[in-house]
Each structure stands twice: as C-alpha cells, then as structure tokens.
C-alpha cells in the first residue's frame, strides 16, 4: 500500500531538508475504486443496452474517408466519459491515463492511448445526445417542474476578443450575475430533481424564445414554476396544451390571487439552482479548458448523463398531494 507521509515532529529529517524521495511514493486518487466499481456497472448495463436498442442512432461514416472500426465498442466509450464525472477528477487526462488504463484495466481490457482516444470522443456525441433525451422521457411525470438557465462560459471576459475555440459558436449574453461569453443550457426538472428535458444554446438566446420552450414543454404537462424572465406572449399557447407556466411578477405588472400550492411550489422555485450547482461543481460541467467545440458539447452531455445517474437528487415536497389524499 501506498504511504502517505505527515510532516510532524517526530518523523520529521534531522536535518529538515526537504528531500524529493519522500515524495516518491504519495499517489493522489480522488476516489475509491471499489465504491464506485457499482455506479459504472450501473451506467455501462443502461447504456451498452441502449446501444442495442438504437443502433441506428451511431454517426453515420463520413464520405470518402477512411473510417477504422474502433476495438473499443460505443457503449464503452460513452460509459467512459460519463463516468469520469462520478469519479471526482477535474482533469479528464490524467482520469484516463490513471483511472481508466490502470484500476480500471479490467473492465476496458481495449481501451486505447490518450491521444486515440480523444480522437474517438466525436463519434459518440449523437448517442449521449439521444440517451440524455430518452432518460428524461423515462423521468417521473409529477405534474410540478421547474424550468430555469444556467451560463457556460467558454473563456474569461477579457480574452473574448482572442478566444478562437468557440468561433462564430458562442455568443455574449448576460444573466443575473453580469456578462459572459460562451453558451447557456436551459433545464426543465420535476419536483424529485430529474431532469425533464434540457436545451444548449448559444448565450444570447434568450430564456423566454418561443423554440426554446416549445423544445423544453414538448412532453410535458402540469405546472411549470420559472422566474420573471419566462414571462413572455405564449401562456395561452401554452396553457391549451395543457402546461400552465407560472411565474412572479413584474412592478408594472397587477397582481392575482394565487393558489396556495401554487405559492408554496414558486418560493420552492430555488431548487433548480441546486441542480445547476451540481452540474457545475460536483460534475463539472463548466470550465474554459476546452480545445474542441465538439468534445465540448460531449462533455456537457456528460455531466447531465451523469447527474441523471446521481443518487442524491435534491427535491422538494409537492403541496399538492395533500388535497388529493
């Protein structure tokens, strides 16, 4: 076993030099193997079993070019980089070189190098799309949501005008905490903290634009609690389908009488923003060290594949149910 060496006085050098060789042998792992080895059976078993279902949904090959069979399968691959926002390291490279190609050699005995492998990331970014959207179908129907965005920014303010990455992708926008340039992802989640549906788009998107919503309310019916920024010309549109938008209201705006489930569900509103916490910090989903808009967006798929495997979903209780018992 690895030793691990605390600086105190009694195994302190004699002569206090700080010598290299004591730190030869201290290894760093964010993570137990062993604890985590069932939530990676958990997202391999669900993922290489929709791989089977919709085989149709791989990249098609590319057009006069060479296009190698990869040994390592595409459920693989996708366990590979949803995982690796379960298993607590900020660095994908160094979580593949001593995560993946080491403990846990065993189970991906064709795992290739580092560098072919990031090669291959493109390949499964069609598949974790369809697998984020089908695994917010299969979420519970509860009739009380939450919609709500969150910005990623793509590079530092000051460097906008060098950032070459996000070329003609990304876009400045501005939300409650000031201007960003990068991209936005917009939630919808239910009441237990699943994820509903889900939609990236550039950062001058506003919240409130008609293809936005009809993308997020498409298969979902109920209420839907949001802040003053999805106040918007559509509540009709949407209320005839059968989802009823509610929100604060605005000073120049009258003010209504309320239910009060209603009332209770729309203080309960800041549940969303602990979703967003933890897709940004648990998951790590926003951060500037992106080289590949495409295995950007991967890796943004990633940690909401990975955040719909979480076991401690943050949730809220649903007055509602009161008057139906």
Not at 7 to 32: A, C, G, V
Request: aromatic content about 14%; proline content about 4%; overall charge positive.
């Amino acid at each position: 076993m690895d030793r691990f060496w605390v600086w105190t006085n009694e195994n302190r050098p004699k002569n206090e030099i700080f010598e290299l060789q004591h730190f030869k042998t201290l290894k760093f792992q964010p993570m137990d193997i062993k604890v985590k080895e069932q939530k990676l059976l958990e997202i391999f078993i669900w993922t290489d079993d929709f791989v089977k279902a919709f085989d149709g949904f791989c990249l098609p090959p590319l057009v006069g070019q060479r296009r190698r069979t990869p040994r390592l399968a595409l459920s693989e691959m996708a366990t590979i980089l949803i995982f690796y926002h379960h298993s607590g390291y900020k660095c994908f490279e160094y979580y593949y070189e001593h995560c993946v190609l080491n403990d846990l050699r065993g189970h991906f005995p064709k795992a290739p190098s580092y560098t072919r492998f990031v090669q291959l990331i493109p390949r499964s970014l069609k598949l974790l799309y369809w697998m984020g959207q089908i695994r917010g179908r299969l979420a519970q129907a509860t009739g009380a949501y939450f919609v709500d965005s969150k910005k990623l920014p793509v590079c530092d303010n000051r460097r906008i005008h060098s950032h070459k990455v996000f070329k003609n992708i990304a876009q400045r926008g501005k939300t409650s905490t000031g201007w960003f340039f990068g991209l936005k992802i917009h939630l919808v989640i239910n009441n237990l903290g699943e994820i509903m549906s889900f939609v990236i788009t550039a950062g001058n998107v506003m919240d409130n634009a008609k293809g936005v919503l009809d993308k997020l309310f498409e298969f979902i019916q109920g209420k839907c609690f949001g802040d003053k920024g999805y106040i918007s010309k559509y509540f009709e549109f949407y209320y005839q389908k059968g989802l009823q938008l509610i929100t604060r209201i605005r000073k120049n705006m009258k003010n209504r009488p309320m239910d009060w489930c209603d009332k209770m569900m729309l203080y309960k509103r800041g549940v969303i923003e602990s979703v967003n916490d933890i897709l940004m910090t648990v998951f790590d989903m926003d951060h500037t060290r992106h080289r590949s808009p495409i295995n950007a967006v991967t890796h943004m798929l990633g940690a909401v594949l990975a955040y719909s495997f979480y076991d401690s979903k943050p949730c809220v209780f649903n007055p509602a149910f009161i008057n139906k018992h």
